[in-house]
């Protein structure tokens, strides 16, 4: 049922006393700041180090993140398995941070 428009009068009169405000407008400018990617730059450390055990480590401290690009990498270290002890640690961590889905 349609309302009358005497009903609707007090409506349009209590906007036009509300004082008009933009709602939106344009975004303000970007604050120049950069925005650092933790596991990319620990990969990236990752990949750079010679050292099996500083490459376990950097393994250790990326796993409890469980984003993608480490499984992925962890994956590799653990199929490729250069060593025993990268291997073993890859597993381990896929295991603990890596659970299969049922």
Not at 54 to 61: C, D, H, Q, V
Not at 91 to 97: A, F, G, N, V
């Amino acid at each position: 049922m349609p309302r009358p428009f005497t009903a609707t009068l007090p409506l349009f009169a209590m906007l036009a006393l509300v004082p008009a405000q933009a709602i939106a407008g344009p975004p303000e400018r970007p604050s120049g700041r950069m925005v650092l990617d933790e596991v990319v730059d620990g990969l990236r450390k990752y990949r750079k180090e010679e050292d099996d055990a500083k490459r376990i480590a950097w393994l250790r401290r990326l796993a409890p993140t469980r984003d993608p690009r480490v499984a992925s990498v962890l994956e590799d270290c653990a199929a490729e398995g250069l060593t025993s002890d990268c291997w073993a640690a890859a597993s381990e961590l896929l295991k603990r941070h890596y659970p299969p889905r049922p």
